[in-house]
């Protein structure tokens, strides 16, 4: 996404964008089974039948917005800005992998998080992903903007 997705849909100055209990130490835990669906064959990023890294991203994704669930102020939301992630395992179909990431920095609207993803086996990856507070209205007017609907 660009180097600041939340361009143009900054908070009201004075308001406070992240909730008082949005703090370094934060965690969010997300699990799922790998299904078909979910492997590199199925959504095009390889040709094999084992998790794929969009779907990897995803499930860190997950795991920050569960982490940040009720914790926003009011009409705001989180909004992926950027990611780095080492793809160290593969999972097979029907293997259980689990997403943990923690904040480890609050810069203003931006998010830090730190994560790792393991199976039965062990590491499956690892990295960082930061997150964008965002107002919720002004950020999708945004996009609708960017198609002549503003």
Known sequence: MGSDPAS????????????????????GITEETVAEDATAASVGS??????????????????????????????????????SL????PTPVGGLV???VRLE?????????SF?????AGR???????RVVVDRRRFEAAARARLGEG
Do not use: N
Not at 116 to 120: A, F, H, S
């Open 124 to 130: 499956v990856a690892e990295g960082s992903h930061v």
């Open 46 to 83: 390889g040709d094999v039948a084992v998790l794929a890294t969009p779907a990897v991203l995803a499930l860190v994704e997950r795991a920050a917005v569960a982490a940040l669930h009720g914790r926003l102020g009011p009409d705001r939301t989180s909004v992926g800005s950027s990611v």
């Open 98 to 100: 689990r997403a943990t």
């Open 116 to 120: 790792v993803v393991i199976d039965g």
């Open 86 to 89: 080492d793809h160290l395992a």
């Open 8 to 27: 143009g849909s900054a908070p009201p100055s004075g308001s406070d964008p992240v909730g008082a209990d949005v703090a370094p130490g934060l965690e």
């Open 105 to 113: 920095r609050v810069e203003g609207r931006r998010l830090s998080f």
